[in-house]
């Protein structure tokens, strides 16, 4: 079928009442983990089945009331170079888009399964709001929200936000408040935190190492993207033989077939890159939601990940885990990596979870999450799988994955190696 959306303008939505700033409040310096990150756009979109009274305006009014306790969301960035980038509370809101689409929730969601990934991003872009290709400027709102209800009363809220404003973790908690106050509680169940003096104080060689991982590789001209399940046996498999949780299971399996298919020197080394909530081991407040997630190394012979058990690759995963308190402490995520091995398409993979990040908790009054779904422009990363992406009624199937990690010269043979879980 073909899903025909229709949206209104953009209007912008700002804070419910004025908020009060002083001096110190007026703007928010971002830390040395915000900055590498400060045009880059992220897409979530939550899918949700049961109907709510007026859904555009009961959200609507929820995010309006959220921007008092989030206020830095309504700001702009400001600052001239790299070193100085922050947001200014201005107040000046956020963007939002009422849409109404012509079909069910459920035939939504069966037309973007029944297209391939880059047919299916076409449907997705409909149900967002557009953003600059080439990242977020000074003049742009940080937070970019679409609200599109369905036929079937069920309706899906898209959200671009600027990434260097918040991490996975602290726009879901954004979210969540959205969703409570949309709700009629009289605030958020979480206090936010913005400032935090521990983000500010992270190791300047993190920071350095960061960047480098962020920025110094020569990205392929394109990856192909496919929306794929890592088998629900495969995973029980993995963890009946060694104890790990599901996303070590899933980053395993994809770290051996993807390195089986484009890695040919069985000495050479293999990277797994993983992404890791750091709150805990930094040592934020409560409620932060600036970015606090930091880049972690699992390292192997490629030959050992390609050919070994795949117990063996999730003990790698567990050790570069185990290693995170210290290697931060130091300052060394990356460690004894050299330039051409983090610079290659070959050799590096990131995975990044979505599972258990906040985004299948949000619930704006009929319930929560049913699915949650992304996608991204593939020439801005590296090769990359979002994996465990939550979907309700689907567990038992296995875990779902948004992967990016191989050229379409690699693809059949990736999906092929997939295949054989």
């Known amino acids: 079928m073909c899903t025909v959306v229709t949206k209104s303008p953009p209007e912008i939505v700002r804070p419910s009442e004025p908020v009060t700033t002083t001096a110190a409040t007026s703007k928010v310096i971002f830390s040395p983990l ?4 400060a045009i880059v756009p992220i897409v979530v979109l939550q899918v949700f089945e049961h109907p709510i009274h007026e859904p555009v305006e009961t959200i609507r009014r929820g995010l309006s009331r959220a921007l008092v306790h989030y206020y830095p969301l309504a700001g702009r960035l400001a600052g001239d170079d790299y070193d100085d980038v922050h947001i200014d509370c201005t107040g000046e809101g956020v963007t939002f888009v009422a849409a109404n689409a012509d079909c069910t929730v459920k035939e939504l969601v069966r037309d973007i399964d029944c297209r391939s990934p880059d047919a299916a991003k076409a449907v997705i872009r409909e149900l967002i709001v557009d953003y600059p290709a080439n990242g977020f ?19 899906v809220v898209g959200v671009t936000w600027n990434h260097g404003a918040a991490d996975g973790f602290g726009i879901a908690q954004f979210l969540q408040a959205v969703g409570e106050l949309a709700r009629g509680l009289p605030t958020p169940a979480v206090t936010p935190v913005r400032w935090d003096g521990w983000a500010q104080a992270v190791a300047p060689s993190t920071v350095m190492a960061s960047k480098r991982f962020m920025f110094g590789f020569k990205a392929p001209t394109r ?7 890592i088998p629900a046996r495969t995973i029980d498999g993995v963890r009946g033989a060694t104890a790990c949780t599901m996303f070590e299971a899933v980053a395993a399996a994809l770290w051996r077939c993807r390195t089986r298919v484009v ?4 000495d050479a080394p293999t990277v797994l890159a993983i992404t890791v909530n750091s709150r805990k081991h930094v040592g934020v ?3 932060y939601y600036g970015n606090c997630a930091t880049v972690h190394m699992a390292v192997a012979r490629s030959g050992a990940v390609a050919g070994g058990d795949m117990t063996e690759a999730v003990r790698a995963i567990r050790r570069a885990k185990e290693e995170i308190p210290e290697r931060l402490k130091k300052g060394d995520v990356i460690g004894e990596l050299s330039k051409e091995q983090l610079g290659g398409y070959e050799s590096v993979l990131l995975v990044t979870c979505w599972r258990n990040i906040g985004f299948e908790a949000v619930d704006y ?3 929560r999450t049913a699915r949650v779904m992304t996608t991204y422009e593939q020439g801005r990363v590296r090769p990359m799988c979002v994996v465990c992406l939550p979907w309700q009624g689907e567990e038992e199937e296995g875990a779902r994955v948004l992967s990016g990690c191989v050229t379409p010269h690699h693809a059949d043979a990736f999906l092929r190696e997939i295949a054989t879980l």
């Open 34 to 37: 915000d900055r590498p990150l």
């Open 137 to 155: 400027g000074r003049a742009d709102p940080l937070v970019l929200m679409q609200v599109t209800a369905f036929a079937c009363g069920g309706f």
């Open 223 to 229: 990856l192909a993207l496919h929306s794929i399940t």
């Open 263 to 266: 890695m040919s020197d069985p």
């Open 285 to 287: 407040k409560d409620g």
């Open 365 to 367: 009054g009929g319930g």
